[in-house]
């Protein structure tokens, strides 16, 4: 699983996001490149520094997320069906999703060159521990826990998509595009939110407003998923 913090990928130094590659030194301003891609009538939008980091902490977030989600589910999992076997196919189901995006983050984080959050660790074992607690706690707990966690993350890939919408817009009004890798990674965090959304009412719909106590445990779940992004943007 953790292939991909091999130093030796780590340790190379290339450019990252193509849009990106024709930075002048003057960082920081918004640059055009005349190179258009390949088939494409339009120049090239060309992403400042900010955008790049912001971009780089996006990933870097999104990437901790789904291996949380994940580990989520394989805590909650065994307890679940134990008791409710009919909700085998949906764990199953989510956790396959889930897998899919962490994967998903796994390449680009790898092929961009960012390291992951320094507190990989110390998410793995909080979540783990939140998965199996609420999986303790029962399936409504453990739904709750869905509920927490996709209400937040859901948001938060929605942010991602409006930001990268204003850049887009930002290209249009200077008769530019983006290049085609922003372009899906902007419908692959459209897909994944639509994802994480579908989670959330499924687990409305199997009871989750019926755990006890509901709101402290929504809140808090929700308050620690907000701390980790935070966190996961910086370091
Ligand atoms: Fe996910
Ligand atoms: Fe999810």
């Known amino acids: 699983m953790l292939d ?3 130093p030796s990928i780590l340790r190379q130094s290339r450019p990252r996001h193509s849009s990106t590659s024709a ?3 003057s ?3 918004q640059n055009t490149s005349q190179d258009s891609a390949a088939g494409s009538p339009k120049p090239t939008y060309i992403l400042s520094k900010k955008q790049r980091q912001y971009l ?3 990933l870097r977030v999104n990437q901790a ?3 949380a989600a994940t580990l989520i589910y394989t805590a909650q999992t065994p307890q679940v069906v134990r008791s409710h076997p009919h909700l085998r196919p949906l764990m199953r189901h989510m956790y396959d999703q889930e897998a899919g995006h962490f994967s998903t983050f796994n390449k680009l984080i790898a092929k961009h060159r960012i390291h992951p959050t320094a507190m990989y660790p110390v998410w793995e074992v909080a979540a783990t521990f939140l998965g ?3 999986g303790v706690m029962g399936r409504e707990a453990a739904m709750a826990c869905t509920e927490a966690v996709e209400t937040e993350i859901g948001s938060h890939y929605n942010d ?3 930001e990268i919408l204003s850049w887009e817009a930002d290209a249009k009004s200077r008769g530019e595009e983006l290049d085609d890798e922003l372009k899906e990674m902007l419908a692959t965090f459209r897909r994944i939110r639509d994802e994480e959304l579908e989670h959330l009412d499924h687990a409305v719909e199997n009871d989750a407003k019926e755990a006890q106590p509901y709101d402290p445990l929504v809140n808090v779940i929700r308050l620690g998923c907000r701390a ?6 910086r370091v």
């Open 27 to 29: 960082d920081g301003a």
């Open 56 to 58: 780089d902490s996006a």
């Open 23 to 25: 930075c002048s030194p």
């Open 65 to 67: 997320g789904e291996l």
């Open 4 to 6: 991909f913090l091999a």
């Open 160 to 162: 991602q998509v409006r």
């Open 228 to 233: 980790a992004i935070k966190i996961s943007e």
């Open 132 to 134: 199996w607690s609420t």
